[in-house]
Structure formats: C-alpha cells, structure tokens
C-alpha cells in the first residue's frame, strides 16, 4: 500500500493560472516534505520543502501547503508557465535528516500557451 | 547540470549477462543512493550509502549488488537479471547542512539509465 499518494495523474493548466497539485500521505511519522520536478530525460530537481512545524512555505512562483491533520499537502504554482511542464512528486521522510523518502507516484502537469 | 552524472545512459542486457551501472558526484557529498523507477511507479529506494557504508538495503534481490569505493563514486552491479527488472535506476547524493529552516537533507539526482532486461 502506497504511503504516499498523488491520485491525479495530469493535470493541464492554462499559462498565467494557477496549477494545484496534490499529495496525500497515509504515516503520520512523516515530518518532512518535499517536491521534486521532473523533466523527461533528465533526473528529479529539487523544488520546495516543509516541516511539520510550518503550515505553508513560499519561495518565488511556488507554495507548499501543509495541512497534518488531513495528512494532505499540496504544490501552488503562480503564476503557471510553459516551462513549468513536468512530472512533479511529492515525497515524505521521518525528520528532516532523513534519508529514506518515500515518493509519490507524480503528477504529469502541462501548462498550455 | 546537477553535479550526480551516471553511466551508461541506456543499457540493453540478456537475462546472462553481468553489466554495472556507474555513479559519480562532483557535490561533495558523503551520502549516495540507488533508487528504481518502474513504469506508472513511484521511485523505490534500494540502497543507501553513508562515508561509504551500506546502511539501507530495501529487501533488493541479490542479483543488484551495489559497491561504493569511496564517497564520489557508487556502482550498481547486475548479474542475471529477469525482464521485471527493466526500469530507470536513478542514483542520487545528499549530505547534511543546516539552513534557515533547520537541518536539511536534498537529495540530488543523476539522469538515470535505463535498463531493458531481455
């Protein structure tokens, strides 16, 4: 059973709107989470992080949403770009040092011109 | 350019065959992984290194056997694989820092290879 989920498989956007992908986890021993972004043919990048103690993290175009006792986090890009057309996974770990993260299965977004 | 490169890119190998995936990363890391990508999966840790030591071993069959000489380089050994072990092996490092929000630990990823067992 997945502990990490992101039940949307797709998601299209139009350029200039805001993109909302979702991630819900089941262990609620995760305290750490992140996004990565990922290109075809190339390897995931790191995007944005949230600890348990914070509720929302910022950092330019992208927001972090946590919400502990829905176990749900959520990615808000804003606003939407062509460029930002990837395969976005979400990822948990006990403590911020942890090594073994646990992904989620992505979130293909397109960003329609 | 994320600073983790692996070798080969792509690799095509009989069930008999022994082939090796290689891993270098130029970050100054002291901590690398192994993770596979089945199709529609999500990532899958295999192995964890730290300064070296195997310290995480996901219940991976033994026909993966990872090999770290030191901290730069990690290896993915394949001997006898079965086509169920077709997928993107990614290798990725990290090392601990502190940063305004605490101590962190982002994991940097190579391109991946990927394997087709036939």
């Known amino acids: 059973d997945q502990q990490v989920k992101q039940n949307s498989p797709s998601l299209s956007v139009q350029e200039g709107r805001i993109s909302i992908l979702n991630c819900d986890y089941t262990?609620?021993?995760?305290?750490?989470f992140l996004w990565y972004k990922k290109y075809p043919a190339e390897g995931p990048t790191f995007l944005i992080s949230?600890?348990?103690?914070?509720d929302k993290n910022e950092d330019g175009r992208f927001t972090v949403f946590l919400n502990k006792s829905a176990k749900h986090l959520s990615l808000h890009i804003v606003p939407s770009q062509p460029g930002d057309s990837a395969v976005y996974f979400c990822?948990?770990?006990?403590?911020?040092?942890?090594?073994?993260?646990?992904f989620g299965p992505g979130t293909r977004l397109s960003v329609l011109p | 350019e994320t600073g983790v490169t692996q070798t080969p890119r792509h690799l095509v190998m009989g069930m008999t065959n022994k082939k090796s995936l290689k891993c270098e990363q130029h970050?100054?890391?002291?901590?690398m992984y192994w993770y596979k990508q089945s199709a529609k999966k999500p990532l899958e840790l295999m192995f964890v290194?730290?300064?070296?030591?195997?310290?995480e071993n996901n219940s991976v069959p033994s026909r993966f056997s990872p090999e770290c000489p030191n901290s730069s380089h990690l290896f993915l050994h394949l001997h006898t694989l079965q086509p169920e072990d077709s997928a993107l092996y990614l290798c990725?490092?990290?090392?601990?820092?502190?940063?305004?929000?605490?101590?962190?630990?982002?994991?940097?990823f190579g391109a991946g290879t990927r394997l087709s067992v036939l």
């Open positions: 990822a948990a770990s006990v403590k911020d040092y942890g090594q073994n993260f646990v």
């Open positions: 970050l100054g890391h002291n901590a």
């Open positions: 262990n609620s021993m995760f305290d750490y």
């Open positions: 290194y730290n300064f070296k030591e195997q310290t």
């Open positions: 949230i600890s348990s103690i914070k």
């Open positions: 990725a490092s990290s090392t601990r820092r502190t940063s305004s929000r605490g101590v962190v630990n982002i994991q940097y």
